[in-house]
């Protein structure tokens, strides 16, 4: 049974700072996702990650993916209030369904 | 891209009652998924809706709490039977539109949120 393991769970920050979000899975896998979910709503993807040592960036936020360690990271930089939200990987096994950390709440704070 | 339509957006049932979610989709594809987040959890999958054969439950769903429809190639309905107050959630459909090789995603309906009471 795959298993997606996400750290932390909750996230307290300092606007202006940098933190990392980590998502470590348990079995192989060619597609990660990261997505975003503010409350009550539906999640918006983020990142989709292919293949080993792709990197992708997009405004504060940039996502990697190490196959051979089955670690992908979420490194916000320079946090800023309308990163609040919980974030989720999500892992592909191969047949788009989706296997999904516990996701991570995060709060910046002024 | 696939334009994910679901309904109802939310709804509060009464326990005992049944509830239908319906999940169209702009244009027709391939595997139609539903996941189900309940209050502060992570998502989980509940079934694969394959078109022209019953759907396939993932371990601890089951067909009788959860039948579902998958008419054509754009269109799915979930039934949460009998609800329950553990019921309430949020109830999500998912659909990959193309063929994997030329590098499609799974994209995600705006969610139904069902409290029963």
């Known amino acids: 049974e795959l298993k997606v393991e996400q750290n932390p769970l909750f996230l307290s920050m300092q606007e202006g700072k940098n933190y990392t979000i980590y998502c470590n899975y348990s079995t192989t896998s060619d597609r990660l996702y990261w997505y975003r979910q503010d409350p009550g709503k539906s999640l918006e993807s983020l990142f989709v990650?292919?293949?080993?040592?792709a990197v992708k960036q997009e405004g504060r936020l940039m996502a990697s993916l190490d196959t051979k360690a089955r670690l992908s990271t979420l490194h916000i930089t320079a946090a800023v209030h309308d990163l609040s939200a919980t974030y989720f990987c999500?892992?592909?096994?191969?047949?788009?369904?989706?296997?999904f950390g516990a996701g991570t709440t995060v709060t910046v704070r002024a | 891209s696939a334009v994910i339509s679901q309904k109802p957006s939310r709804d509060i049932c009464q326990r005992g009652t049944s509830l239908t979610i319906q999940c169209q989709v702009d244009s027709q594809v391939t595997m139609m998924f539903w996941y189900r987040q309940q209050p502060g959890q992570s998502l989980t999958l509940i079934a694969t809706?394959?078109?022209?054969?019953?759907?396939?439950?993932e371990s601890g769903f089951v067909i009788d709490k959860f039948p579902i429809s998958r008419p054509n190639l754009t269109f799915s309905t979930l039934t949460v039977s009998n609800m329950s107050p553990e019921d309430s959630s949020i109830y999500l459909c998912s659909v990959a539109p193309g063929q994997r090789a030329l590098y499609t995603e799974a994209f995600f309906g705006q969610g139904t949120r069902l409290t029963v009471v």
């Open positions: 990650l292919l293949s080993n040592g």
């Open positions: 999500a892992v592909d096994t191969n047949d788009y369904k989706l296997s």
């Open positions: 809706a394959n078109q022209g054969s019953e759907a396939t439950y």
